[in-house]
């Protein structure tokens, strides 16, 4: 197994109280497959994330990934944030070759790797362009670009579309699902909203609060190509729905 997660305990105090972020999880993925973290606030989705990442150590259990013990961070995998990242002072083209330039690669691979991941983001003729002079839909585009660029074994995406509006959100889980299938890349993405990790997601790792834990991981049979409206679409989604005991009358009649 490509990440193995095993019996992960995370606990800390806030206001001198113990808070369980993670209790007792264990989880196996694929190399190639697209996860979904979903879950409501405090959940511990978030605290997983950053063990997979390397950010957090778990303070007992073990967190492995191609057999390695997970004890910081690794230059061979990425983390996307919500915040986008992008240095002001720096154009997009200077923004997507950052990490290539700690990697040593050439000016002119650098230029042309770059600019390759600019269209695959949809964002070619913008590279003379400033991070202000963008929508926040295309500064995530920029940050997906430059995550691509280095090759990375893992991206880790934190909530990356949750400052979005609706419409440039879907746009972007399109895109995202689109690159995942064409990069064959391990993702594992952080969310809290139902109807996006059933459009991305190969599985969903479905989690609860006090203590943050694993409920269910549910399979979505549905392939690269997933019509929102459609019935295996929404028949996941109300199999999710009901895991958080939450009603879905009307949705499938405002689908339809």
């Known amino acids: 197994m490509y990440i193995e ?10 206001d001198g109280k113990e808070f369980i972020a993670l209790d007792h999880v264990s ?7 697209f996860i979904c973290l979903l879950g409501p606030s405090g959940c511990g989705k978030s605290t997983l994330l950053n063990a997979l990442a390397g950010f957090e150590k778990v303070n007992s259990g073990t967190v492995r990934i191609d057999g390695k013990e997970v004890t910081e961070p690794s230059i061979s995998n990425i983390t996307i944030f919500q915040n986008y990242g992008l240095l002001p002072w720096r154009n997009v083209l ?6 290539l330039e700690s990697k040593k690669v050439s000016k002119e691979d650098r230029e042309k790797i770059s600019k390759k991941y600019l269209e695959l983001v949809g964002l070619s ?6 991070p202000k002079q963008l929508s926040g839909g295309q500064q995530q585009r920029v940050a997906i670009a430059r995550g691509l660029a280095v090759d990375p074994d893992i991206i880790f995406m934190d909530e990356p579309f949750g400052a979005l509006d609706a419409i440039t959100r879907m746009k972007l889980q399109e895109d995202i699902l689109r690159i995942s299938k064409e ?19 190969d599985r969903i790792v479905v989690m609860m609060t006090d203590p943050g834990r694993i409920k269910s991981i549910v399979k979505v049979p549905l392939g690269a190509h997933r019509d929102r409206t459609g019935e295996d679409f929404l028949y996941v989604r109300d199999k999710i729905f009901e895991l958080f005991n939450i009603k ?8 339809i």
Request: aromatic share 14%; charged share 35%.
């Open 5 to 14: 997660v095993r019996d992960a305990c995370k606990h800390f105090i806030q």
């Open 27 to 33: 989880l196996d993925i694929e190399k190639g497959e």
């Open 94 to 99: 200077k923004n997507v070759e950052l990490g």
């Open 125 to 130: 003729g913008y590279e003379k362009r400033y």
């Open 183 to 201: 990069e064959k890349k391990t993702i594992i993405f952080v969310t809290h909203d139902i109807e996006e990790a059933v459009f991305l997601a």
């Open 248 to 255: 879905t009358e009307g949705f499938i009649e405002y689908y």
